[in-house]
């Protein structure tokens, strides 16, 4: 089947089985591995994507129900001059990450907590996070970087429009 | 000022936030275009005769190339134990051919142009077992009614020390002892494993894995596939998390280089979470029995602590660890008496490895447990009694009864300080409160006071290889046999690089985990990271300034002990005129600037700590809920405290995991009913609280940084805590002891107990 998927604001038509996970589109055929599979069940929230300004397990969605659709993954979120999105700045400075492979997916994450609530309290940040998984940092620093990220306002519950990116 | 000892943000960071790392999934390697992706075909059965194996009809099926079984293997030899004082007729098949011994167990492999073929290909594999009776537990592997390896005899891997002298307890007014199980968990680092292997024509393999250390990995291929291990290139890339599990090759990431021999293309291999969760390593799987006696005052004379270690099916590092458990069966007390017995047993499930701590969280959560149940016993604040049974503090070495010296410690002090944040005495208070009320929600207090042993010898011998190089751009390289998978070695090892030359942290690079640039190493494992590895480039870097002095002296016509160190510059001044010497990058630029050393401890150290937990128990649900962690973790002088908090974050996590609610279970048949995320209880962000961590630091002197290690500080001090907080939690209803995992249904079901109910 074919489908036209705008990924971090580049266009393309591609030819994709049907039964291809989104995830495994984003890094099989865009190329974007950043997205991580951690596990099958949807449960450890590693390939967490944003699609159409819904935070999504890209595992859980197939790429043809994407079709027409918008995906920003964590490639797409730097500015054009590299400049950090205001929750990768803040998972940096709280030390929010270790090994990195559930960085992506949570990093997406908190940006739908805080899209859904720009102040939320370590209680919030915890359940809002319940789908995310991470072996490494025990999550009390990735719960200070989403609380951290959110002084920076608004920005850090949004995505960059995808004209920006194209810039 | 020094960069030492301050929190300097990673330099590994922006990349990984930004494009993410590059585990060996994400691989675009030229050497592995058109790399065929392999499949494991699995046991579905604990054990049985294989009958059968029949590809036919998988071979059909689109994209398949090959699909190997035993017989395509017959020339490798099986793969003998990894240690010698283990039951030598245990190995273990590359792939089944006669007896399957645990579900998961490789029977065959398929290999796919295409990663969703293999999956539909390997369902197409037909698999006859006939069933055997599964051996699931150690009582029922030392009953040796089923063996796993007839040939052998007996079930029993190994054996481990005497049984305790008829009088060990004799004298004792009080003798407590309580059976125990310290479970089975799984490691689940979210990346789970993977390889890549690729032949060149000069008959080397380069293979990618992901593995806590190269060079040990590399050796075993090379035993195993009976290779000369230079034509063995192995690289680990970003490695995402692995907790022990990744310690050593997988049989799996050898026979990937088996593969792409066998099949002439180069082949990959990464497994699916369920396919993780029965294939990889497991941790702890201990069944313990502890007796503490002692006198009503609260000394304790005699501990003794005999236990079976279940390995699973074959053993792995999971056979040794109860010598570490053994070793430090005194912890931090100064007991007269100490005994240690252990057996390790096969089963049929999925083989023990190392998980975060190795054998010293289980002797902790025993010994601690222990103590508890000495002072609910006689009556006392289980504080008291650790007070009145630590060692005093030493600075000179300490030799335990088990044979262990520590280096250096002061727990007593250690328990203070975690009290005194905790405010122990005002959490009493409100406990008396609440029993006195009758509260649903009924609080408890646990605590914990450990010693671990961290940088010992891992069979690499208890050095450490590291080497340093200034370019002249300016830019400089440490390589080092450590191999970071989340510790930040990269921003670590330029700290100290940086502190003794001056170039900035951001100009140092540091390349690790490539056997061809990197021949010897130990790995990053026991937490011996910074304590070895570290030092060594600090080695390293002092011996990189002697070298540039040298040359510099002659260069600038000066005596070399003239000659020092200039940060700002960073190059070498003559004393007493700043700014006016020659740059490390200039030295560089006339002829190459390089050092490689190895640093050699004298000897492991022991950190220590104290944690206090504070939960709260639903007595009516059974639920617990860790309202709060209070740590003091010494681990010597601190690098930078971001990252050792970040590694004690991580091991409280898990500890308060095991002590909670993970578990891994198989039921009566071997069937494992843990096998995906959606079974089994990973700890989340919501089981949780932010942790209080209380500073100390007493530094060692095995090492010029002071270090000790600090990665397995958090499951060995936090697991006993949580669970002696939940027990304590509904103590004055009559409970004396729940293991772990300390379930909603475990506690609900002891509280029943206690009540005198069903």
């Given at each position: 089947?074919?489908?036209?998927?705008?990924?971090?604001?580049q266009?393309?038509?591609?030819?994709?089985e049907?039964?291809?996970?989104?995830?495994?589109?984003?890094?099989?055929?865009?190329?974007?591995?950043?997205?991580?599979?951690?596990?099958?069940?949807t449960?450890?929230?590693?390939?967490?994507?944003?699609?159409d300004?819904?935070?999504?397990?890209?595992?859980?969605?197939?790429?043809?129900?994407?079709?027409?659709?918008?995906?920003?993954?964590?490639?797409?979120?730097?500015?054009?001059?590299?400049e950090?999105?205001?929750?990768?700045?803040?998972?940096?400075?709280?030390?929010?990450?270790?090994?990195?492979?559930?960085?992506?997916?949570?990093?997406?994450?908190?940006?739908g907590?805080?899209?859904?609530?720009?102040?939320?309290?370590?209680?919030?940040?915890?359940?809002?996070?319940?789908?995310?998984?991470?072996?490494?940092?025990?999550?009390?620093?990735?719960?200070?970087?989403?609380?951290?990220?959110?002084?920076?306002?608004?920005?850090?519950?949004?995505?960059?429009?995808?004209?920006?990116?194209?810039? | 000022?020094?960069?030492?000892?301050?929190?300097?943000?990673?330099?590994?960071?922006?990349?990984?936030?930004?494009?993410?790392?590059?585990y060996?999934?994400?691989?675009t390697?030229?050497?592995?275009?058109?790399?065929?992706?392999?499949?494991?075909?699995?046991?579905?059965?604990?054990?049985?005769?294989?009958?059968?194996?029949d590809?036919?009809?998988a071979?059909?099926?689109?994209?398949?190339?090959?699909?190997v079984?035993?017989?395509?293997v017959?020339?490798?030899?099986?793969?003998?134990?990894?240690?010698?004082?283990?039951?030598?007729?245990?190995?273990?098949?590359?792939?089944?051919?006669?007896?399957?011994?645990?579900?998961?167990?490789?029977?065959?492999?398929v290999?796919?142009?295409?990663r969703?073929?293999g999956?539909?290909a390997?369902?197409m594999?037909?698999?006859?077992?006939?069933?055997?009776?599964?051996?699931?537990?150690?009582?029922a592997?030392?009953?040796?009614?089923?063996?796993?390896?007839?040939?052998?005899?007996?079930?029993?891997?190994?054996?481990?020390?005497?049984?305790?002298?008829?009088?060990?307890?004799?004298?004792c007014?009080?003798?407590?002892?309580?059976?125990?199980?310290?479970?089975?968990?799984?490691?689940?680092?979210?990346?789970?494993?993977?390889?890549?292997?690729?032949?060149s024509?000069?008959?080397?393999v380069?293979?990618?894995?992901?593995?806590?250390?190269?060079?040990?990995?590399?050796?075993?291929?090379?035993?195993?596939?009976?290779m000369?291990?230079?034509?063995?290139?192995?690289?680990?890339?970003?490695?995402?998390?692995?907790?022990?599990?990744?310690?050593?090759a997988?049989?799996e990431?050898?026979?990937?280089?088996?593969?792409?021999?066998?099949v002439?293309?180069?082949?990959?291999?990464?497994?699916?979470?369920?396919?993780?969760?029965?294939?990889?390593?497991?941790?702890?799987?201990?069944?313990?029995?502890?007796?503490?006696?002692?006198?009503?005052?609260?000394?304790i004379?005699?501990y003794?602590?005999?236990?079976?270690?279940?390995?699973?099916?074959?053993?792995r590092?999971?056979?040794?660890?109860?010598?570490?458990?053994?070793l430090?069966?005194?912890?931090v007390?100064?007991?007269?008496?100490?005994?240690?017995?252990?057996?390790?047993?096969?089963?049929?499930?999925t083989?023990?490895?190392?998980?975060?701590?190795?054998?010293?969280?289980?002797?902790?959560?025993a010994?601690?447990?222990?103590?508890?149940?000495?002072?609910?016993?006689?009556?006392?604040?289980?504080?008291?009694?650790?007070?009145?049974?630590?060692?005093?503090?030493?600075?000179?070495?300490?030799?335990?009864?088990?044979?262990?010296?520590?280096?250096?410690?002061?727990y007593?002090?250690?328990?203070?300080?975690?009290?005194?944040a905790a405010?122990?005495?005002?959490?009493?208070?409100?406990?008396?409160?609440?029993?006195?009320?009758?509260?649903?929600?009924?609080?408890?207090?646990?605590?914990?006071?450990?010693?671990?042993?961290?940088?010992?010898?891992?069979?690499?011998?208890?050095?450490?290889?590291?080497?340093?190089?200034?370019?002249?751009?300016?830019?400089?390289?440490?390589?080092?046999?450590?191999?970071?998978?989340?510790?930040?070695?990269?921003?670590?090892?330029?700290?100290?690089?940086?502190?003794?030359?001056?170039?900035?942290?951001?100009?140092?690079?540091?390349?690790?985990?490539d056997?061809?640039?990197?021949?010897?190493?130990?790995?990053?494992?026991?937490?011996?990271?910074?304590?070895?590895g570290?030092?060594?480039?600090?080695?390293?870097?002092?011996?990189?300034?002697?070298?540039?002095?040298?040359?510099?002296?002659?260069?600038?016509?000066?005596?070399?002990?003239?000659?020092?160190?200039?940060?700002?510059?960073?190059?070498?001044?003559?004393?007493?005129?700043?700014?006016?010497?020659?740059t490390?990058?200039?030295?560089?630029?006339?002829?190459?600037?390089?050092?490689?050393?190895?640093?050699?401890?004298?000897?492991?150290?022991?950190?220590?700590?104290?944690?206090?937990?504070v939960?709260?128990?639903?007595?009516?649900?059974?639920?617990?809920?860790?309202?709060?962690?209070?740590?003091?973790?010494?681990?010597?002088?601190?690098?930078?405290?971001?990252?050792?908090?970040?590694?004690?974050?991580?091991?409280?996590?898990q500890?308060?995991?095991?002590?909670?609610?993970?578990?891994?279970?198989?039921?009566?048949?071997?069937?494992?009913?843990?096998?995906?995320?959606?079974?089994?209880?990973?700890?989340?962000?919501?089981?949780?609280?932010?942790?209080?961590?209380?500073?100390?630091?007493?530094p060692?002197?095995?090492?010029?940084?002071?270090?000790?290690?600090?990665?397995?500080?958090?499951?060995?001090?936090?697991?006993?805590?949580?669970?002696n907080?939940?027990?304590?939690?509904?103590?004055?209803?009559?409970?004396r002891?729940?293991?772990?995992?300390?379930?909603p249904?475990?506690?609900?079901?002891?509280?029943?107990?206690?009540?005198?109910?069903?």
């Amino acid at each position: 089947m074919q489908v036209s998927i705008t990924v971090n604001g580049q266009p393309r038509t591609d030819e994709v089985e049907p039964r291809l996970l989104l995830a495994h589109y984003l890094r099989e055929v865009r190329g974007l591995t950043a997205t991580n599979i951690g596990c099958d069940t949807t449960s450890c929230g590693a390939c967490t994507v944003v699609v159409d300004g819904l935070t999504v397990k890209s595992c859980t969605v197939l790429a043809v129900q994407t079709d027409g659709g918008q995906v920003t993954t964590l490639e797409g979120l730097a500015g054009p001059d590299g400049e950090l999105h205001p929750v990768q700045r803040a998972f940096r400075e709280e030390h929010g990450l270790q090994c990195g492979f559930c960085t992506p997916g949570m990093v997406m994450a908190a940006i739908g907590v805080l899209a859904d609530n720009p102040d939320p309290s370590d209680r919030e940040v915890r359940e809002g996070l319940e789908g995310n998984l991470c072996r490494c940092t025990g999550y009390h620093n990735i719960v200070r970087a989403v609380q951290a990220a959110a002084k920076a306002g608004p920005a850090a519950g949004q995505v960059p429009q995808a004209q920006e990116v194209q810039a | 000022m020094s960069i030492l000892g301050t929190r300097v943000v990673r330099t590994e960071d922006p990349l990984f936030l930004t494009r993410g790392a590059t585990y060996t999934d994400d691989l675009t390697d030229e050497r592995l275009t058109g790399a065929l992706h392999a499949t494991f075909v699995r046991s579905t059965v604990a054990h049985g005769r294989l009958l059968s194996v029949d590809a036919s009809a998988a071979l059909e099926a689109p994209g398949v190339v090959a699909v190997v079984t035993a017989q395509d293997v017959a020339d490798l030899a099986p793969i003998p134990p990894p240690f010698p004082f283990i039951n030598p007729a245990m190995t273990r098949p590359w792939l089944a051919s006669d007896r399957v011994r645990f579900v998961g167990d490789p029977v065959a492999v398929v290999l796919t142009e295409e990663r969703y073929q293999g999956e539909d290909a390997a369902e197409m594999v037909a698999v006859d077992i006939d069933p055997l009776p599964a051996v699931v537990g150690t009582a029922a592997a030392a009953s040796d009614e089923v063996l796993l390896f007839p040939e052998a005899g007996t079930n029993v891997m190994a054996s481990f020390g005497d049984p305790a002298p008829a009088d060990f307890f004799d004298g004792c007014e009080v003798v407590v002892t309580q059976a125990m199980v310290n479970q089975r968990v799984a490691p689940v680092p979210l990346e789970g494993r993977a390889a890549a292997a690729a032949w060149s024509e000069d008959g080397r393999v380069t293979v990618w894995c992901t593995n806590q250390g190269a060079q040990q990995a590399r050796g075993q291929f090379g035993d195993w596939l009976e290779m000369d291990p230079d034509l063995i290139h192995l690289i680990t890339p970003d490695v995402g998390g692995g907790f022990g599990a990744k310690i050593g090759a997988d049989p799996e990431y050898a026979f990937v280089a088996w593969l792409a021999k066998h099949v002439g293309r180069p082949v990959r291999w990464a497994e699916s979470r369920s396919e993780n969760l029965i294939g990889m390593l497991h941790g702890r799987g201990q069944d313990q029995v502890v007796t503490v006696g002692g006198r009503r005052d609260g000394t304790i004379e005699a501990y003794s602590i005999v236990f079976d270690q279940d390995c699973g099916s074959y053993p792995r590092i999971g056979a040794v660890l109860p010598t570490l458990t053994m070793l430090m069966a005194p912890g931090v007390y100064g007991f007269p008496k100490v005994h240690a017995q252990a057996r390790a047993l096969a089963t049929t499930t999925t083989s023990i490895g190392a998980y975060r701590g190795a054998g010293r969280p289980e002797a902790t959560a025993a010994l601690e447990r222990a103590v508890d149940l000495f002072a609910a016993e006689i009556g006392t604040d289980p504080a008291d009694v650790r007070r009145k049974n630590l060692l005093p503090a030493f600075s000179e070495p300490h030799t335990t009864p088990t044979g262990a010296t520590y280096d250096t410690g002061d727990y007593t002090v250690a328990l203070d300080k975690a009290l005194e944040a905790a405010g122990y005495a005002e959490l009493r208070a409100e406990q008396a409160r609440r029993r006195e009320r009758g509260d649903v929600r009924q609080l408890g207090i646990g605590m914990s006071v450990y010693v671990e042993i961290t940088g010992a010898d891992n069979g690499a011998g208890t050095g450490e290889a590291a080497s340093l190089e200034v370019h002249p751009d300016g830019t400089a390289t440490v390589l080092t046999g450590t191999s970071p998978h989340g510790q930040g070695h990269a921003t670590a090892w330029a700290m100290i690089a940086s502190d003794q030359l001056g170039i900035p942290i951001e100009k140092i690079s540091v390349v690790h985990g490539d056997t061809d640039r990197v021949p010897q190493g130990g790995g990053t494992m026991g937490s011996r990271s910074l304590q070895q590895g570290g030092a060594a480039v600090h080695q390293a870097a002092g011996e990189l300034v002697d070298l540039a002095r040298q040359r510099a002296a002659e260069k600038l016509e000066v005596a070399p002990e003239d000659l020092v160190v200039d940060l700002g510059l960073a190059g070498l001044a003559v004393r007493g005129t700043p700014g006016t010497g020659i740059t490390f990058a200039e030295l560089a630029a006339d002829e190459q600037l390089l050092v490689q050393t190895r640093f050699t401890a004298a000897a492991p150290t022991f950190p220590f700590g104290a944690h206090v937990v504070v939960v709260e128990v639903d007595v009516e649900s059974g639920k617990a809920e860790v309202t709060r962690l209070i740590a003091v973790d010494d681990a010597g002088t601190i690098l930078n405290p971001l990252l050792a908090e970040g590694q004690r974050h991580g091991g409280y996590a898990q500890g308060v995991a095991q002590a909670l609610l993970e578990e891994v279970l198989y039921d009566e048949d071997g069937n494992p009913t843990t096998s995906t995320l959606a079974d089994y209880p990973f700890v989340s962000a919501t089981e949780l609280p932010s942790f209080e961590l209380v500073e100390m630091a007493t530094p060692t002197p095995m090492n010029a940084l002071g270090a000790k290690g600090i990665g397995e500080a958090g499951t060995i001090g936090a697991t006993p805590a949580v669970q002696n907080a939940v027990i304590d939690a509904v103590a004055h209803l009559g409970v004396r002891h729940i293991d772990m995992p300390t379930t909603p249904m475990r506690v609900f079901r002891a509280v029943q107990q206690a009540r005198g109910g069903s």
